[in-house]
């Protein structure tokens, strides 16, 4: 290079997060992406298709893949989920197992570690919730999980609280192969803001609704309109299966469906940074779980 400045050689590369439902997957990619790029609940298999947060340390980008929790699947739905998964986890440069450390290695994480075991697969292990968990209790945890023999480096991390991601993060740049980024600078997530508006709607259903019901629902981003003020007017439909849950998510006089539409709307203008209309409706339809297409949309496979 003559007497120009040498060009700093750019890196970018993909870390898988795997884990059993409820580790805190979800909740550590927004906190490495630095925004809310994928739905966060206490309740299990919150996340359904594959989502991509992206984040930049210096001349690093870092692909992260937030997959499904994996466990044993049932309906076509959950299968599609942790092939999901698993191909977000042979797709990538780097792969992460998320403990949730207040919980210890149950027969999700069994699994995972079994499955990766048979593929040869190797992986970081991250215990999470350290917030929670006594230091003598993590030491044991670790020791016992490094005799798995599949783990490189341990971190111990609170997603929630941001303790440790920081470190994790530099140690994560520091093994990105050379190349290209993959996305311009200004992209946090691989997610239609379209898309995204549906699942922040879909996680209010996880918020305030009991039990099951959530998982009966789908939500779908119907009409995405630009307002002259800058505002956005969004119309979103929340599929159910059966009419007695419609009731449900409606509630008395429309007051759980209002309830849900102010707290998914307020949640909308912070992520956006601007005014938002909100207006959604519930419909029935019996076999949405069914439905190839929805499967497409969530960049799920159908098939699986
Ligand atoms: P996922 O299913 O693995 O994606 O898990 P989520 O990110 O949805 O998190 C599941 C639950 O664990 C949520 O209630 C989070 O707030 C909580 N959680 C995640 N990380 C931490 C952490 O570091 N400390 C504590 N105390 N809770 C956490
Ligand atoms: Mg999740």
New binding site residues.
């Given amino acids: 290079m003559s007497g120009e400045e040498e060009q700093e050689q750019t890196h970018c590369g993909f870390i898988a997060i795997l884990?059993?439902?409820?580790?805190?997957?979800?909740?550590?990619v927004n906190r490495m992406v630095g925004t809310k790029v994928?739905?966060?609940?206490?309740k299990?298999?919150?996340?359904r298709g594959r989502v991509m947060g992206i984040a930049i340390k210096d001349h690093v980008q870092l692909v992260f893949i937030?997959t499904p929790?994996i466990f044993t699947p049932k309906r076509r739905l959950d299968r599609a989920m942790v092939a999901a998964a698993w191909s977000g986890a042979s797709d990538a440069d780097v792969s992460l197992l998320?403990i949730?450390a207040?919980e210890g290695v149950k027969r999700d994480a069994e699994a995972i570690i079994a499955r990766m075991k048979g593929e040869h697969r190797r992986a970081h292990l991250v215990l999470?919730?350290?917030?929670?968990v006594d230091k003598p209790e993590l030491l044991a945890m670790t020791q016992s999980l490094m005799e798995e023999g599949i783990f490189d480096e341990v971190f111990m991390?609170?997603?929630?609280?941001g303790k440790g991601v920081d470190s994790m993060m530099d140690f994560l740049a520091s093994k990105m192969p050379e190349g290209p980024w993959h996305f311009p600078e200004d992209q946090v997530s691989d997610m239609t803001e379209r898309l995204l508006a549906a699942e922040i709607t879909r996680e209010q259903l996880y918020h305030q609704l009991h039990q099951e019901l959530p998982y009966a629902t789908t939500v779908e981003t119907e009409t995405w309109e630009e307002r002259k003020d800058g505002s956005v007017k969004i119309e979103q439909v929340i599929y159910v299966i059966r009419d007695s849950q419609k009731s449900i998510i409606l509630g008395k006089g429309g007051k759980q469906i209002k309830h849900i539409g102010e707290k998914s709307r307020k949640e909308l203008e912070e992520i956006f940074d601007r005014r938002v209309h909100l207006f959604l409706f519930v419909k029935v339809r019996e076999k949405w779980g069914d439905d190839p297409e929805r499967y497409r949309d969530l960049g799920l496979d159908f098939n699986a």
């Fill in positions: 884990g059993a439902p409820n580790a805190g997957k979800s909740t550590l994928t739905i966060v609940s206490p299990v298999q919150t996340t937030d929790g998320l949730d207040t999470n919730k350290v917030d929670k991390i609170s997603a929630l609280k």
